[in-house]
């Protein structure tokens, strides 16, 4: 049950309007998946809620009129979940414009989608976690509640770490690059499901072409097919003799698929495909999972409906894997 948010207001402003934005993201170790972490006000101060005047659901039962229901469906989730929708204030973690502060306290009005009765349906969400982060072009989500008060480019770029813990981050980018990454600070211009979905054909395929190359091995769950680390060359995961997996665009365009991404090592000798076998007559044929695009910089253009991309980062000696 939704009953008050607090706030905390700054009337401390930033020399130059910020251009872009970052929000640390961290890797869960159980879960794999990703997370960050926000505060909604410090010091606290009340603030009035707002009425929804927005949402297209009826007003949320269990609250004072002053809700929506906001309905959230989710592959990690078997129903629908059911939250609440509310205004409030928020402070952004970290402007990235070069000549403006490195953390300033900037106001944002946003909506949130509170913890509902039905978020125990996400068991598989890291521990804690208290609801999502919208990175759509929705009219309620985060990305477009913050271009809309700071008139940043409607651009959101993904830079996921691939090691787990509160020792590295990866990054949200929002408003658009240059995109600074570490360890060599190299300047690049340019899910909710850990491991990518194949149907049934398609994964056979990918199974066909590892198993030429490799010997197979015992699988360890939730992977079905495993090989021999060695029989790749035992040294890294980007050894010549692992197969590329070439994902064609419209167009032509590929994005490459590497080692890092297509085989986790689950043992010192043994490796296994990060793709599961979503069966036959699926929805999608391919759904790309989060490991996938670990140590990639992908950027979503969504005024010019454009999708931009790199292949793995670490071929280039840097990764999404900032220390802390």
Known sequence: ????????LTKHKPKQKPRAFAIPILKDTIS???????????PPLNVPRHRCTTCFGPFGPTCRND????????????????????????????????????APKLPLRASFACVGDGFQAYTKLPYGSNGGL???????SFVSALVSSYKIPFKVALCLPSKPGNNYSGAVYIGGGPYVLPPNRARISSSLIPYGLLETSIYKSLVKAFGGKAKKRKAVAPSTDCFSYKSFGGKSLL?????????????????????PNSLVKVKKTVVC???????????FPV???GYQVEDNLIEFDLEASKFSFTSSLLLHNTSCSRPL
């Open 1 to 8: 049950m939704v009953s008050e948010f607090t706030t905390s």
């Open 273 to 283: 495909l990060a793709f599961i076998d979503a069966g036959v007559g699926v929805r």
């Open 67 to 102: 809700t929506c229901i906001s309905g959230v469906e989710s592959d990690l989730a078997f129903t629908p979940t059911v939250n609440y929708l509310v205004n409030d204030d928020l402070m952004i973690l970290r402007d990235t414009s070069p000549s403006a502060y490195l």
């Open 287 to 289: 759904e790309i999972g």
């Open 32 to 42: 794999g998946l990703y997370y960050t972490n926000m505060t909604v006000g410090k």
């Open 134 to 140: 919208g990175l759509g072009n929705a009219s309620t």
């Open 239 to 259: 050894d010549k003799e692992i197969p590329v997996i070439s994902l064609v665009m419209g167009g032509g365009t590929k994005w490459d698929i590497y080692g």
